[in-house]
Structure formats: C-alpha cells, structure tokens
Nanobody, 124 residues
Framework: QVQLVESGGGLVQAGGSLRLSCAAS????????MGWFRQAPGKEREFVAV????????YYADSVKGRFTISRDNAKITVYLQMNSLKPEDTAVYYC?????????????????WGQGTQVTVSS
C-alpha cells in the first residue's frame, strides 16, 4: 500500500516555473515507477511524465518535453516535477501515481495508487 500526497501547486504567470512534489508513504517506494498526470477542466486526464524505479530513465509527453523534468529521491521517498516555461495550456490539476507493473508506462490503468492532486494555474 502506498499513499501519495502532492504539493507545490499554485498560480504562476506564463513563462514562470513551479516545482511539484509528491511525498509517498511506505517502505516500498523504490519498487514503483512514478508518473505524473494532469487533468484540465472539461478534459480527460492525460499522461505528463514517468520515471523508472531507479530514476535512471524518464519519458515525457510531447507537450511538455524540454520544459518539464521529473526526478525522484528514493531516500526521501519523494518524486518531483520541475515545470519551466509554463503556458496557460498547462493549467490543470496535477496527480502523481505509482505503478508496480511496467517500468515505463503512460497508461492510467497501469498505476495502482494515486494522490489527491494539486492545482496549477498559469495566467497569460
């Protein structure tokens, strides 16, 4: 069982930066690939980024590639999402999630545990 709590969301102007954190509970954090997803108003939740158990590999959605960076600190049982050059279209609720299956997956159903989400609003 893993519990996930996101933080770091807020209101930022276009071009600005935010860093999201996702703190996990449990001693098996390093057994999970960790992903970030987001859901904008009126839209379906979409994949943003994923990092493997060791942190050695990452994968990003095309819409955020080059602007967002996912990382993890297994000692602190925390995963991060550094978001730079933010755009109004990045406005969404951001969720972190844990997957014990495939090492790199963009599919929601591969993730067993989800946080409650944190709101990110980018003003133009």
């Amino acid at each position: 069982q893993v519990q996930l709590v996101e933080s770091g969301g807020g209101l930022v102007q276009a071009g600005g930066s935010l860093r999201l954190s996702c703190a996990a509970s449990g001693r098996t954090f390093s057994s999970y690939a960790m992903g970030w997803f987001r859901q904008a108003p009126g839209k379906e939740r979409e994949f943003v980024a994923v990092i493997t158990r060791s942190g050695g590999s990452t994968y990003y959605a095309d819409s955020v590639k080059g602007r967002f960076t996912i990382s993890r600190d297994n000692a602190k049982i925390t995963v991060y999402l550094q978001m730079n050059s933010l755009k109004p279209e990045d406005t969404a609720v951001y969720y972190c999630a844990a997957s014990s299956g495939a090492p790199v997956t963009t599919l929601e159903y591969d993730y067993s545990y989800w946080g409650q989400g944190t709101q990110v609003t980018v003003s133009s």
